[in-house]
């Protein structure tokens, strides 16, 4: 099996690379970050959002209204402020989610000893 992953790897990684930069595109015309696209509705993404700063909630809401508002006038961002400096890869939460999925699986481990 890793003599098909060594001929398989550089595609993949090829084809990774151009999906990245889509979606970078993708994201940039509605002025969007990748964390933006986690739904608030996910517990551990809700839990990470009422414990981080308030800028950063602030700054999540802001870029979907404004996406909202440009979709809904079918407009990009660029079209109204096209010096802005974007960042679509800018991590902000996905540590926290990722460290409270962490804690969440060791207390359902520990919880299953108990009970085993």
Avoid: C, W
């Avoid at 802005?84 to 990722?98: A, G, H, N, R, T």
């Avoid at 999925?101 to 108990?114: A, I």
Wanted: hydrophobic share 40%.
């Amino acid at each position: 099996m890793s003599g098909l992953m060594k001929v398989l790897d550089p595609f993949i990684t090829k084809a990774a690379q151009l999906y990245r930069a889509q979606l970078a595109k993708d994201l940039n015309k509605m002025g969007l970050r990748y964390e933006d696209l986690m739904s608030r509705d996910e517990p551990e993404v809700n839990e990470a959002l009422e414990l981080a700063h308030p800028d950063v909630v602030e700054g999540r809401y802001r870029r979907l209204k404004r996406a909202s508002d440009l979709a809904f006038k079918q407009k990009n961002l660029q079209d109204y402020a096209p010096d802005m400096v974007l960042e679509p890869f800018k991590f902000e939460i996905s540590e926290d989610v990722q460290k409270i999925l962490q804690r969440d699986l060791e207390f359902d481990l520990l919880n299953n000893y108990k009970k085993g």
